[in-house]
């Protein structure tokens, strides 16, 4: 990973450690080259849970699976083993039914403005492509479901056969050689996609990185933040603290002890992407590409449904219903109900603490 240390002292570039100033440096163009990494807290208000927040988090909610432990469900030994628990959550995350929040819209607004380097998102939904954003600007570092192929001949797979068995809780075969199917997203023990490492050279031409939605648990990707020289200025959004440290060399320094360039903004991705879409007086634009962009989605998704629909009249639903795995069909209902409940939950929590506020005065490696 390359990494740029320097004992030159670079003035900083930030006024201090507020959204406004990274917002000036934006309007000042002394940032227009700008690298976005993503995590899966930008997709949970689009509905697709994350993997550690607790009570909400994948992690919490797969008890059903019975995993030796949570992280085996991206294990290749247990795939290989085992496909039905993947299948499952497959079932339930598989893109096609989430749309990108405005978080994802911010990332396709800074593309049309020529400020984006590149987006390197470790989300395996595709909510990125979905907004419009050329895929040349898209690095998905832990692949994606857009994609699958045999993990014994390496056989691509027909997205549309994937999608069908994955809809009906089908473990898809290769048409070759019978071998499982795999979407390729990254397991562990399975090297990061090519397109990782063939864009790494971005880093020593960014100008400013934002990081937003993730804890920075997953190696390497969470080493990227120390990819760009010393003096670039760093932007977290997250809800809660991820990535910091004492160190002069790596982890972001907060408390300016070293190097006065790194910002932290604690809230929710689209609310803290709306305020600084808001500071660079882009918040129109944002929210008028945010809903004819989903509009647009929707009438897409409405009319595919429709002609599948009749597809599968046509071919008699009833033979495919009776090839459907018991065992998918029971977990992925199971994690259903439990995001339900979550989802439900979180709402009345956010309910019952406005109603309160309304009282006191008349928001691969270690996956
Ligand atoms: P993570 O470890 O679950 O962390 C998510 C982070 O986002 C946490 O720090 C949360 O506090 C934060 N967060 C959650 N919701 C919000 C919100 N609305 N606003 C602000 N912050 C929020 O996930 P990471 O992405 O860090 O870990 C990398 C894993 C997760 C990758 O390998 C992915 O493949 C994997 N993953 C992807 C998806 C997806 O594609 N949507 C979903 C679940 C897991």
């Known amino acids: 990973m390359p990494k740029k240390t320097s004992n030159k002292t670079v003035p900083s570039l930030l006024k201090d450690q507020s959204l406004e100033s990274i917002a000036q440096l934006i309007k000042d163009k002394k940032a227009s080259k700008v690298i976005v990494l993503t995590g899966a ?23 059903k699976f019975k995993l030796p ?5 991206f294990d290749m030994e247990f795939f290989e083993e085992k496909p039905e628990p993947f299948y499952a959550l497959a079932k339930e995350i ?45 690095v998905e570092a832990h692949g994606s479901f857009a994609t699958a192929s045999c993990i014994e001949c390496d056989k691509e797979a027909v ?17 070759k050689c019978d ?10 023990g399975e090297s990061l996609p090519n397109r990782f490492f063939e864009n790494l050279d971005d880093f020593d031409e960014a100008e400013l990185l934002i990081v937003i939605g993730t804890s920075l648990k997953v190696q390497p990707f969470a080493s990227l933040i120390d990819s ?68 647009k989605l929707k009438a897409q998704w409405t009319l595919q449904d429709l002609l599948q629909e009749n597809k599968e009249e046509e071919e008699g639903e ?30 009345d929590q956010k309910e019952g603490k406005e109603k309160r506020k309304e009282e006191k005065q008349p928001s691969k490696n270690n996956l």
């Not at 997205?159 to 473990?171: F, I, P, S």
Request: proline share 4%; glycine share 6%; aromatic share 8%.
């Open 41 to 63: 807290g930008i997709s949970t208000k689009a509905g697709i849970p994350d993997f550690r927040t607790k009570g909400t988090g994948l992690y919490d909610n797969l008890q």
């Open 69 to 73: 432990y949570p992280e085996a469900i």
């Open 94 to 138: 598989y893109p096609g039914k989430y749309y990108p929040t405005k978080t994802h819209y911010f990332i396709r607004l800074l593309h049309e403005k020529g400020l984006l380097l590149r987006n390197f998102t470790q989300n395996i939904d595709t909510l990125e492509r979905l907004t419009g954003l050329p895929e040349d600007k898209i």
């Open 159 to 175: 997205e549309e056969d994937v999608r069908e068995c994955v809809k009906h809780a089908k473990v898809p075969r290769c048409e």
């Open 179 to 188: 071998g499982l199917i795999k979407p390729d997203i990254t397991f562990f």
């Open 228 to 295: 760009v020289a010393d003096h670039v200025p760093r932007l977290l959004i997250n809800k809660e603290m991820a990535g910091a440290s004492n160190s002069a060399s790596s982890g972001f320094d907060f408390k300016w002890r070293h190097k006065r360039r790194d910002v932290a903004h604690m809230d929710d991705c689209d609310t803290g992407i709306e305020k600084l879409a808001e500071l660079l007086g882009w918040q129109d634009e944002l929210h008028e590409m945010f809903t004819k962009g989903n509009e």
């Open 318 to 347: 009833s033979v495919k219903k009776e090839e459907e795995d018991e065992e998918i069909i029971a977990l992925a209902e199971d994690l259903e109900k439990r995001l339900e409940v979550n989802k439900e939950e979180s709402s």
